[in-house]
């Protein structure tokens, strides 16, 4: 304890505050993730072989998105390879 902390009890130490803060931003409950990408109808492809299909799209998105929340959404953080 410091001699300002011994004189004033209230004055907490810099350790102290960044310890309670910590605890605070740590105990934080996190939003839910974003919904997955949303899966194309049948009709939204139109069967041309276009170079970037719907479907290419939709796939690279839920790449993306399983990358970051995993493949059920509920846990944030890259996926090992």
Do not use: F, H
Not at 25 to 48: F, I, M, R, W, Y
Request: with cysteine; net charge negative; hydrophobic share 15%.
């Amino acid at each position: 304890m410091s001699a300002a902390e011994e004189k004033n009890p209230s004055i907490k130490s810099e350790t102290e505050r960044l310890g309670n803060n910590q605890e605070k931003e740590g105990g934080q409950k996190q939003p839910p993730p974003p919904p997955p990408p949303e899966k194309p109808l049948p009709d939204d492809c139109c069967g041309s072989g276009c170079v970037r299909c719907v479907w290419d799209i939709y796939y690279d998105e839920l790449e993306a998105y399983n990358n970051l929340y995993g493949a059920d959404g509920s846990k944030p953080g890259p996926k090992d390879s």
